[in-house]
């Protein structure tokens, strides 16, 4: 990630532009533009312009989806990609290959219909709102679609019975896929919405959830593996589905209140010029 990060110093040119003011690169060549030759915007750089990303944390619209996103996407997903080459080998005896395949392919095929299940229609049904409110958009719309991200708790059970009744390697491969689904629409729709709230603050909104998801998901490997052989994997992951479930349930208050709540904490005062 060191050497990403180098390359990406080197090799991007710098995305700090100004709405209103004139951009001192537009007459300068590529090379400059990739040194960091000039100034970007009229005024010099803050420490502010790195860590104003904090300041989103005071947002209900942003907190809520990110709570329900950072256990969605560990409970979903990587729970199973760290997991189940223990499991498979226990149970079935599988090689690293074999292992990959459990894995790889339930979870790839859970995204794809998620996705398919999602991305289009959200943006459909946002679209169709606005037309029948004459052109007034409503973040809230994309979460109309939260139901679909219940498939992660009904993924998660059925696996971890699976596991605990040492079902046929098929049936834990479709307990990974429907939780997929749920993963990639819960997702979706909590990362569209974030960043239909606030879209000027959109880069910030996405450094917010994925710090979520970091923090929450690097503890999972110390705990899940652990927890299952104790409590039984029906129970632990039983457990894991009901903590996902509850931070399900405050979208719904977001869909029914999130507007007000949105007006009465006002806006961020952030990037007005970019």
Sequence with gaps: MGGVLLLFAVSFPETLFSRTDFSNLENRSTLERFTFSGKIINRQLRISDFVNNFKMLKYWAIIIP???????????????????SSISEELYHFNTAQTGVLIGVPLS???????????????WIASRYAKRHDGYYKAEVRLWLAPLCLFVPIGLIIHGVCVQNKQPWIALAMGEAIASIGVQAGT???????????????AEVATIINLFRFVFAFT???YALPFGHEAGFGGAWGTLAAINFLTWLPLLFLIWKGENIR????????HKDL
């Design 66 to 84: 990110c709570v329900f996103y950072m256990t969605t996407n560990t409970y979903g997903s990587l729970l199973f990609v760290l997991t189940m």
């Design 188 to 202: 979706t729709i909590t990362y569209s919405y974030c960043s239909d709230c606030y879209k000027p603050q959109a």
């Design 263 to 270: 007006g009465y904490q006002g806006e961020p005062n952030l």
């Design 109 to 123: 095929i859970g995204c794809l219909i998620g996705e398919s299940c999602t991305g289009w229609i959200s943006d």
């Design 220 to 222: 999972l490997g110390f």
